[in-house]
């Protein structure tokens, strides 16, 4: 059942993280070019220099407020890394072994840990 669980959890979400693909890349891009207006903002010396970056940057903006639902994508992209991380670590299970060289080692690391 938990299996089922996690298996519902991560198709909803892969659906979901499929349905943002256009708003995360256009997010993704628009604030990488509202970054670039900032810098060249701070650098300009004239005021219409300024005025023009202002402008710019208050219209590439209105374009990353638009995409800003791609935060979904992005919660939906950690719940299936989370559902991922959980699927694969129920699996790990050590058998300890008598013919094991290393099991002396092992213990005598545990008692210089503790």
């Known amino acids: 059942m938990k299996k089922f669980g996690l298996l519902l959890a991560g198709g909803i979400a892969s659906i979901v993280l499929l349905a943002t693909i256009g708003p995360l890349v256009g997010l993704a891009v628009c604030s990488v070019v509202l970054y670039f207006i900032v810098k060249q903002f701070l650098k300009a010396e004239t005021?219409?220099?300024?005025?023009?970056?202002a402008f710019l940057g208050i219209f590439v903006l209105l374009g990353t407020l638009h995409n800003l639902p791609a935060l979904i994508g992005v919660a939906a992209a950690v719940v299936l890394y989370l559902v991922y991380k959980k699927w694969n670590?129920?699996?790990?299970?050590?058998?300890?072994?008598?013919?094991?060289?290393?099991i002396n080692f092992e213990k005598q690391w545990n008692e210089l840990k503790h």
């Open 89 to 102: 670590g129920s699996k790990t299970t050590f058998k300890k072994d008598d013919h094991d060289p290393f």
């Open 47 to 53: 005021k219409k220099a300024k005025v023009g970056f």
